[in-house]
């Protein structure tokens, strides 16, 4: 069993700054890419930002030079900086992990995994 915890989420006026975590646990044997995505209403989910097992990081058009992805290799825990933000960045916010789990004997193919999602509010 793998769980995803996200956490970070609240209401911020505009130009301001939130950071969001996403903590993994559970029976992981590795974590390979890590991604944030967001859904705001009425519309399809997006991509962010993602961050690879060796910190190579892509992020969507509508977030570069203002948001930063990073991770803790250590403790299963990817970040999302958003700093500049805007009211068009409401959303709620979902952490995403490609990952192997330890089974009894071996370990599993890679697996996608979701967390429950946080939600983001910019507003004045």
């Known amino acids: 069993q793998v769980t995803l915890v996200e956490s970070g989420g609240g209401l911020v006026q505009p130009g301001g700054s939130l950071r969001l975590s996403c903590a993994a646990s559970?029976?992981?044997?590795?974590?390979?890419?890590m991604a944030w995505y967001r859904q705001a209403p009425g519309k399809q989910r997006e991509l962010v930002a993602t961050?690879?097992?060796?910190?190579?990081?892509n992020y969507g058009d509508s977030v570069k030079g203002r948001f930063t992805i990073s991770r803790d290799n250590a403790n299963n825990t990817v970040y999302l900086q958003m700093n500049s933000l805007k009211p068009e960045d409401t959303a709620v916010y979902y952490c995403?992990?490609?990952?192997?789990?330890?089974?009894?004997?071996?370990?599993?193919?890679?697996?996608?995994?979701w967390g429950q999602g946080t939600q983001v509010t910019v507003s004045s």
């Open positions: 961050i690879t097992s060796s910190s190579s990081t």
């Open positions: 995403n992990a490609a990952l192997r789990v330890r089974r009894v004997v071996g370990v599993s193919p890679l697996y996608n995994y």
């Open positions: 559970g029976s992981i044997f590795s974590i390979n890419a």
